[in-house]
T-cell receptor
Framework: DSGVTQTPKHLITATGQRVTLRCSPR?????VYWYQQSLDQGLQFLIQ???????AKGNILERFSAQQFPDLHSELNLSSLELGDSALYFCASSALTTSVNNEQFFGPGTRLTVL | DAKTTQPPSMDCAEGRAANLPCNHS???????VYWYRQIHSQGPQYIIHGLKNNETNEMASLIITEDRKSSTLILPHATLRDTAVYYCIVLRGSQGNLIFGKGTKLSVKP
């Protein structure tokens, strides 16, 4: 158990819909990362937050957005869903962004299926 | 960040050492070598990291060549539970996000 929790575990929805994925980092970790894993693209970094502020952006679509709340939990919002958005979405957390030990702890993931 | 090259797959007998190579010929002086693994569809798991010295922890050893252009992850006594995809990642010390390649699929066989 990494200490990172993600809800829901599974999500099935239709094209055009909007969903919200939730992540609670390990106690004390200030950084939260979101990754997407699809069959054709592999594991891809989407976005990072540090203590409530966006720190880095990766291959995140404009239809996707995220935020980190004062209690440090994070949400990833996916809108206007397309079939190609079906994937595993992982959240990870780490203690510091400037630490040379960038050990990230991953949650169990949310499996999104868009029908 | 420097790119890495890993063999797509490897087999290892249970109880034997698994040696997973990684090439990172364009690595720069302030970049670290990290190893993660992903068992089936679980979240990736950190294994070990290093800069230029060899490192060992309870899970594995990391051997980095003197020129830092390649490294080897060693699982000293592989078990069936070590069957996973192993990712070698190079990143700067202050860089947060991980850039995953295709990794090496390690199959440990009885």
């Amino acid at each position: 158990d990494s200490g990172v929790t993600q809800t829901p575990k599974h999500l099935i929805t239709a094209t055009g819909q909007r969903v919200t994925l939730r992540c609670s980092p390990r106690s004390g970790d200030l950084s939260v990362y979101w990754y997407q894993q699809s069959l054709d693209q592999g594991l891809q970094f989407l976005i990072q937050y540090y203590n409530g502020e966006e720190r880095a952006k990766g291959n995140i679509l404009e239809r996707f957005s995220a935020q980190q709340f004062p209690d440090l939990h994070s949400e990833l919002n996916l809108s206007s869903l397309e079939l190609g958005d079906s994937a595993l979405y992982f959240c990870a957390s780490s203690a510091l962004t400037t630490s040379v030990n960038n050990e990230q702890f991953f949650g169990p993931g949310t499996r999104l299926t868009v029908l | 960040d420097a790119k890495t090259t890993q063999p797509p797959s490897m087999d290892c007998a249970e109880g034997r050492a698994a040696n997973l190579p990684c090439n990172h010929s364009t690595i720069s002086g302030n970049e670290y070598v990290y190893w993660y693994r992903q068992i089936h569809s679980q979240g990736p798991q950190y294994i070990i990291h290093g800069l230029k010295n060899n490192e060992t922890n309870e899970m594995a050893s990391l051997i980095i060549t003197e020129d830092r252009k390649s490294s080897t992850l060693i699982l000293p006594h592989a078990t069936l539970r070590d069957t996973a995809v192993y990712y070698c990642i190079v990143l700067r010390g202050s860089q947060g996000n991980l850039i995953f390649g295709k990794g090496t699929k390690l199959s440990v066989k009885p």
